[in-house]
């Protein structure tokens, strides 16, 4: 194998065939093309995919309705990434960084655009009084985790499930590096739901749904093909006890089936 030469400055290469494709990666931002995006009756409009970051958000959708909130009807649109929707106008007017989930709340005026997955949580959380603690201490270490899931999550799923799964080779250096991580984190989250129930302590919040998207679904085996078995994910018996009780909430299983439900 030869070794890359790095070049004093970067170029993309098959410029010319590679932007052909609308969902295809470029170094530019914007949208590439006219867009009209439906919207429903509902107050609050999600348009999104069942990622680990879009199920984040049904979840959430359908936690707040097990817990009795009732203005919390909402209509699903299915963004397909591989289709390059989030790269529509419309859509790029919603979150001009163009990734899903993205959230309108119509009941807002004007209207409300809400994007990035953490930031619809703390927003849907503070909007219905929900899901995170009203006290400094439990909401400071809610927010601790949620954000540490926004900052560690790309090790996960753009470093690890790349290399591991989608890459058109297998390196050992970059597989080596994201596994070495991505163990690390399962580590810090088997260690720390050793002495409580959920990730922020004895109540269930936001920070379990964003985490238990990413991490609790890797455990599972439900992210990247023989990841778990590869990741010994079975050792890290805390994390596997957690993402199982999580796994069983009805809104949980509410919230996974309305992604594959999404109006297309």
Known sequence: MSE??????WTWENEAEESKNLGGNRPTAGSRFEQTLPVGEADLQLYSLGTPNGIKITIMLEELKALGVSEVDYDLFLINIGKGDQFGSDFVRINPNAKIPALVDNSQQPALRIF???????????KF???IPSDIQGRTETL?????QIGAGPYVGGGFGHFFSYAPEKLKYPIDRFTMETKRQLDLLDQTLADREFIAGDTYTIADIAIWSWYGRLVLGELY????????????TNVIEWANRINERPAVQKGLAAEYKAID
């Not at 890359?4 to 400055?9: G, L």
């Not at 601790?144 to 540490?148: G, I, M, Q, V, Y």
């Not at 093909?225 to 890290?236: H, V």
């Open 4 to 9: 890359y030469k790095v070049p004093a400055v």
């Open 116 to 126: 990035e997955s953490g930031s619809i949580l703390l927003y849907l959380a503070e």
């Open 129 to 131: 009084g929900h899901l």
């Open 144 to 148: 601790n985790w949620l954000f540490w």
């Open 225 to 236: 093909k023989d990841s778990a078995e590869f990741l010994d994910a079975a050792t890290y």
